[in-house]
């Protein structure tokens, strides 16, 4: 089995590498005799359609049978209140040299007492959908949540038979199952803005005081994700697709952006059936670095509703949807209006059902990454050929928040912000990503591109041409003598297209790349200084050092 859930009287022993502090207090909550375990997908939809304040639309969900669900199961909206999105700064790790170890596992406990009076919920899922990389879940919380616990075992892959056939076959790894608590009824004195406790070494977190669900899905992401990082695995947040041709080998593209940024628009894009074309998944799977195989982690999406407006064919494929409207069509059924109306970052679970060509393992080697920036300076495509500057520039990835994350009061959403390898759920220092993307590109010879989605210099780049650029570059219409040297920037260049002419011999424009590139380097130097015992590879400061030099 991939991780362990019981132990011989031998192992129940303080110095076991699998226990901690946190761990034993998070786990210990799950035996109570306040929690009732959810034995099944249906019982869990029956729960939730009966929590106080779910709407039972009209509108049927696609597949019950396969996903566990009822016959008859409609889609069910569930609405929260002001907070809407992610809460980054209420996320404390134990393994933090800045944090106090002890004081968290202290406000842990008592936040854990507070809600002893209450019913609980719990269930069991897997992340990882494929023997060589499967991980056991174990998820905790109110009865009054039972709409989060099923969007949780929807999104996830609920441990039912099969699933337990394909774990009993499934690649060891020493280490303890999952174990997720979570109660935003609870409110903690010290964190009144939320508050999450994560011991990542030791698979476990707890989420208090937040509501909204990419708390839950991105909390487990965040421990599958440390898990797998220490077991020869590139953890990515991003999309996978494959294009697989008959008479050369295959090509394998992982993009990778924060939501928003265009990665799950490039990922299912099918160029209208002209190719054969698998998708992994277009939010979580990880990449070995053995062999360059891939795994996705989700069955289904965590999608926006924004992006399907009513009559859409994806809308088919909704399964529980929260923050969105709801309202009677000309039958008088309950039906739901999507493109946040009601607020911004309305969400949805969606099935694997919308994708036809869905596959949770990618046996072909990765073929090329591309860091897909929302930066101004950039050109619609890079290619980069040194090593060292391609991981530089997916560790100062450049991009914009978006309405997906609770930000503070008077943020400007046009800020350039860097979110290294778009993840920001990372569990580990940003070195141990640095030494795991460089190696697809050193070990494994994987191409680096970078795309620019946002504007170049004033001019909006569509989606249309982003699109246009990687069906080229997956069926070879793009060739080496197309690629023009992008100044004297050694292992970099650009692909002309034209409307986004580059003009590197203008100073305004030397001016701006220079800025954007100092912006990168800073970053790097103020990360080196707030974690001064796990600082970034010195290569990736003195390559943008040299760029910014040959630029002055």
């Keep these: 089995m991939s991780t362990q ?43 939730a359609k009966k929590q106080p304040g779910v709407i039972e639309t009209d509108l049927p969900i696609l597949h019950t049978k396969d996903l566990g669900l009822p ?24 393994d933090d040299p800045k944090e106090d170890p002890e004081a968290l596992a202290g406000n842990l406990r ?54 337990e056939e394909m774990y009993k076959k499934s690649k060891f ?16 004195d010290d964190y009144p803005k939320g508050f999450g406790v994560f011991d990542a070494p030791h698979n476990c977190a707890a989420v208090f005081g937040l509501r909204y669900f990419g708390e839950l899905k991105k909390g487990t992401l965040t421990l599958a994700w440390a898990m797998a990082h220490r077991h020869g695995y590139t953890a990515c947040h991003g999309g996978e697709k494959s294009f697989h041709f008959k008479d050369k080998d295959d090509k394998v593209f992982a993009f990778y952006g924060l939501s928003g940024s265009g990665k799950s628009t490039l990922t299912h894009e099918m160029y209208d059936g002209k190719y054969d074309i698998t998708v992994l998944h277009d939010d979580a799977f990880i990449i070995s670095r053995e062999d360059g195989s891939s795994v996705a982690l989700e069955p289904s999406y965590f999608d926006k509703t924004h992006d399907y407006p009513a009559g859409h064919h994806e809308t088919k494929y909704y399964t529980t949807i929260m923050n969105c409207a709801v309202t009677e069509d000309e039958d008088g059924k309950k039906v739901i209006v999507t493109e946040d109306l009601r607020n911004n970052n309305g969400r949805v679970i969606k099935t694997r059902y919308t994708s036809p060509h869905r596959v949770d393992f990618e046996k072909a080697p990765i073929t090329a990454l591309f860091w897909i920036m929302k930066d101004g300076s950039l050109p ?24 997906a994350e609770n930000l503070p009061k008077g943020f400007d959403m046009n800020t350039l912000v860097i979110e290294p390898f778009a993840d920001p759920f990372r569990a580990y220092p940003v070195s141990g990503d640095y030494r795991d993307f460089k190696e697809l590109f050193t070990k494994r010879g994987a191409s680096c591109y970078i795309l620019n989605t946002d504007a170049f210099m004033g001019k909006d780049i569509p989606k249309e041409v982003t699109k ?35 003009h590197l011999e203008d100073p305004e424009y030397q001016k701006t790349l220079s800025k954007r590139m100092q912006d990168r380097l800073n970053w790097l130097n103020k990360y080196d200084e707030e974690h001064p015992t796990q600082k970034i590879q010195d290569e990736a400061k003195e390559t943008l050092e040299n760029i910014i030099k040959e630029l002055s």
């Design 5 to 47: 859930e019981r132990y011989s009287s031998s192992e129940l022993r303080k110095d076991n590498p699998k226990f901690s502090r946190v761990r034993s207090t998070i786990e210990s909550a799950f035996y109570g005799n306040n929690v009732h375990e959810v034995t099944s997908v249906a019982e869990a939809y029956n729960l």
């Design 71 to 94: 016959q008859g199961a409609k889609q069910l909206v569930y609405n929260h209140g002001k907070i809407l999105g992610r809460t980054a700064s209420a996320r404390h790790f134990v």
């Design 110 to 163: 008592e936040d854990i007492y507070k809600g002893h009076n209450e019913k609980f919920l719990k269930a069991t899922v897997l992340v990882g959908l494929d023997p060589t990389y499967t991980v056991k879940a174990h998820i905790m919380m109110p009865e009054d949540q039972a709409f989060n616990l099923l969007s949780y075992i929807l999104n996830f892959h609920f441990y039912d038979e099969e699933a």
């Design 173 to 188: 790894y020493d280490e303890g199952d999952i174990y997720f608590y979570f109660d935003p009824n609870v409110t903690d």
């Design 380 to 403: 619609p495509l890079l290619k980069v050929d040194d090593p060292v500057l391609a991981t530089t520039m997916g560790c100062t990835l450049a991009t914009k928040r978006t309405s």
């Design 468 to 502: 246009k650029i990687v069906e080229d570059l997956a069926t070879d219409k793009i060739k080496d003598s197309d690629w023009k040297p992008f100044g004297n920037f050694k292992g970099v260049s650009y692909l002309p297209i034209e409307g986004y002419e580059v």
